[in-house]
């Protein structure tokens, strides 16, 4: 979004153009930029589920979700890495509790309108105070958003939380305009145009990022249900969609399809049930950690569609006093288990700190999500199979020589998780003494048997937040800590890492606890027609990062 760059490459590419050709010299100032970009005449079109709202803050499909990244910006966009990079934000300052945001200057809407800061409010408390909102969950810590100028706006927290400003790509729409009957007043790369009754997308000459790449118009193709976006992109009405690969009923998207993978905060993990006395012991958990060889399981069941994680945070952290690793460690697995199951150290977590229980905490806020709609959990809900259908304790159906017998449960409907299941199990099902049978079970079952706390260890998902807020899975009554886990030290180490004061302490604390099992986030997929765009670099929450770069061959 930084058009000066742009400008100078649009300057450079005309020398060069010039010179070649022999043409008179040409001067171009910095404040004249050209726009030389080849335009295609290619079509492409994107679903537009017409019962869902113009508001984009308050529209929670998926299919106008992709539509609203080309029209709409935040202060925010995170990046590949989950770094937030500046877009309306010119700079902020902050101490994990109180943050100002100051706007770009000279920003304006389609309509010509300048950005201000009331804009900024409106949009963010219109999120706040609407539970219907898809980014109503990323702002239940914000106690006040004011406008301290018209381009200063003031945010505080409850709590600390140093990574916030990776919550703030939520679209920023003109005050007021959200009333109009049309599109609310964006600030994107391309605004809404109706010709016709026909509707299409074409480039905000307004826009701040500058010329855009090589697709200037876009053709909105009307659904009028949430399900048809697939069969429109296959007859090729419509060109670009996102479309989970690990799914329980993944697209057919044979043919002339380009296929394009973004890094995720879906993470896939295992998790423990802590009225089970022997998983309450840490080193059992590291142990069963150790076993797991993460990369061959994201090669190979996961379809290579998933990056592999010891740690629940995307990307994996580096520094010397941490170890990372992604392979399969059977020599240390078998060392922790006999430490553990003979009694030689301790395990890790005192009895004060674990509930063991078996209560499965605060369930209000895990309603079932179908997990094909897994992007849109932008709360940090589970849209997973996780979950057990049976009471498998270890007491029970232990066969001689075996001294860690327990059931690894699974959603039936994914068949994806089913053959990562039955691959973790058998990695541990190598280790001497050890028995686990995967319990295989539908969906809605499966949740219940969450809910219930009727599991051993389930394989999880889940859709965590950009900031990677591991409260809801970790701290004590957390709306997804199944499993009763509860640890104050850890607890205190969370509240230390969102507060940036020690953020390598919790990773330190995480890989000693293991208090869930991390197995690999996730990647996101956005299919696209063969061919249609060179240079496609999507970030994980917009389809149409860097379309100032989008050419066409």
Not at 19 to 25: H, K, T, Y
Not at 60 to 87: D, P
């Amino acid at each position: 979004m930084k058009w000066k760059k742009r400008v100078l490459a649009a300057c450079l590419s005309a020398l060069c153009l010039l010179s070649a050709c022999g043409l008179p010299d040409l001067i171009v100032g910095e404040d004249e930029p050209v726009d030389n970009v080849k335009v295609s005449d290619a079509y492409f079109g994107l679903a537009w589920y017409q019962n869902g709202t113009l508001n984009p803050v308050l529209d929670n499909t998926s299919i106008n979700r992709v539509l609203c990244e080309a029209m709409y910006e935040g202060l925010f966009e995170v990046t590949s890495n989950f770094t937030a990079e500046n877009v309306l934000c010119e700079s902020y300052t902050g101490d994990g509790t109180t943050f100002t945001f100051t706007l770009r200057e000279g920003i304006t809407f389609w309509s010509g309108e300048t950005l201000a800061a009331r804009d900024v409010v409106a949009s963010l408390q219109t999120a706040q105070f609407n539970e219907a909102s898809p980014y109503h969950n990323r702002l239940a810590e914000v106690s006040s958003i004011e406008a301290l100028s018209d381009r200063e706006v003031r945010i505080v927290l409850t709590s600390p939380n140093i990574n916030f400003p990776r919550l703030l790509d939520i679209p920023v729409y003109r005050s007021g305009s959200e009333n109009s009957g049309s599109f609310a007043d964006g600030t994107g790369p391309f605004q809404p145009v109706e010709n016709d009754r026909q509707w299409t997308l074409e480039a905000n000459a307004n826009w701040h990022g500058g010329f855009l790449g090589s697709i200037r118009k876009i053709t909105l193709v009307a659904m009028t249900r949430a399900d048809a976006a697939m069969s429109s992109f296959q007859t090729g009405d419509v060109s670009l969609m996102r479309a989970a690969r690990i799914a329980p009923d993944p697209p057919s998207v044979g043919g002339s399809v380009d296929t394009v993978q973004t890094t995720s905060a879906s993470l896939h993990y295992l998790g423990i049930n802590y009225a089970n006395s022997q998983l309450a012991n840490a080193k059992v958990r590291q142990a069963l950690s150790a076993a797991l060889a993460r990369q061959s399981l994201c090669d190979t069941q996961l379809q290579t569609f998933a990056d592999p994680a010891v740690l629940p945070v995307n990307p994996q952290p580096t520094g010397e006093d941490l170890t990372i690793n992604l392979s399969a460690d059977a020599t240390r697995a078998a060392q922790l288990l006999d430490e553990a199951l003979n009694g030689t150290s301790d395990t890790g977590a005192s009895d004060e700190d674990t509930d063991t229980t078996g209560e499965s905490g605060d369930t209000d806020e895990t309603d079932s999500a179908d997990e094909s709609d897994s992007y849109d959990s932008e709360d940090g809900y589970d849209d997973t199979d996780s979950g057990n259908g049976e009471d498998g304790g270890t007491d029970s159906g232990r066969s001689s020589g075996v001294s860690l017998s327990f059931r690894l449960l699974v959603n039936s409907d994914n068949a994806f998780k089913v053959s990562a299941a039955e691959q973790i199990a058998a990695s541990w099902n190598a280790l001497e003494g050890v028995s686990v049978t995967v319990d295989k079970q539908p969906y809605e079952t499966f949740v219940s048997m969450l809910q219930s706390g009727s599991f051993d260890v389930y394989y999880g998902e889940t859709q965590l937040t950009a900031d990677f807020d591991l409260r809801p899975l970790l701290n004590a009554g957390g709306s997804l800590n199944y499993g009763g886990y509860s640890n104050e030290d850890m607890t205190s180490a969370i509240a230390a890492a969102r507060s940036g004061e020690d953020v390598s302490g919790f990773y330190r604390l995480f890989q000693e606890q293991m208090p869930i099992i991390p197995i690999a986030f996730e990647r996101g997929q956005i299919i696209l027609r063969k061919g249609l765009i060179d240079n496609y670099a999507p970030s994980p929450y917009n389809a149409f990062a860097g379309v100032e770069t989008w050419t066409t061959s």
